[in-house]
T-cell receptor
Framework: DAGVIQSPRHEVTEMGQEVTLRCKPI?????LFWYRQTMMRGLELLIY????????DSGMPEDRFSAKMPNASFSTLKIQPSEPRDSAVYFC???????????FGQGTRLTVV | KNEVEQSPQNLTAQEGEFITINCSYS?????LHWLQQHPGGGIVSLFM???GKKKHGRLIATINIQEKHSSLHITASHPRDSAVYIC????????FGTGTRLQVFP
């Protein structure tokens, strides 16, 4: 398996634009996690899904953020409208089950100017 | 006070030294993860523990549930071990420590 695949690797966008980050988990994994990493706050869990169902979205910063998992092989994290403070590296990770070892994607570095 | 505390925050070592990174937490957990993040930014999961000890190559992770403490040990450290090591605990959500930046010099 190629591992967890995220796209794009880098994204630069203007404030107010919609941004969509994509994640393909490892085939057969049942849990998917979205994280954000900044210098100020470190790593934060935004949302996670079990069997495509959102379980905990308490980490999503505000209504501008939304995440979907339409099927077991694809998830999106959308920010609309984007703001400069959203600039961060966004990681996706998948696990076989909720409490097993996590495999991370390479991350998407988002810069909002 | 953070729910997950790591120490030290920064650590330098000479190649070959034995290294210990500590993680203490204050919440009830179902599992603890050790992650490694290299300068390029990629994150690798090293261990997931719920009790006892695990070993993988030169890496050893232990956890004491009663004391709410975990340690990550690196034996015979090497410059390629230079990275940020992050402890994360799962209670009702995943809570991350701030990381320990390790530099191993030849």
């Amino acid at each position: 398996d190629a591992g967890v695949i995220q796209s794009p690797r880098h994204e630069v966008t203007e404030m107010g634009q919609e941004v969509t980050l994509r994640c393909k988990p490892i085939s057969g994994h049942n849990s998917l996690f979205w994280y954000r990493q900044t210098m100020m706050r470190g790593l934060e869990l935004l949302i996670y899904f079990n069997n495509n169902v959102p379980i905990d979205d308490s980490g999503m910063p505000e209504d501008r953020f939304s995440a979907k998992m339409p099927n077991a092989s694809f998830s999106t994290l959308k920010i609309q409208p984007s703001e400069p403070r959203d600039s961060a590296v966004y990681f996706c990770a998948s696990t076989l089950w909720e409490n097993t070892e996590a495999f991370f994607g390479q991350g998407t570095r988002l810069t909002v100017v | 006070k953070n729910e997950v505390e790591q120490s030290p925050q920064n650590l330098t070592a000479q190649e070959g030294e034995f290294i210990t990174i500590n993680c203490s937490y204050s919440v009830g957990i179902s599992a603890l993860h050790w992650l490694q993040q290299h300068p390029g930014g990629g994150i690798v999961s090293l261990f997931m523990l719920s009790s006892g000890k695990k070993k993988h190559g030169r890496l050893i992770a232990t956890i004491n549930i009663q004391e709410k403490h975990s340690s990550l040990h690196i034996t015979a450290s090497h410059p390629r071990d230079s990275a940020v090591y992050i402890c994360a605990v799962r209670s009702d959500k995943l809570i991350f420590g701030t990381g320990t930046r390790l530099q191993v010099f030849p």
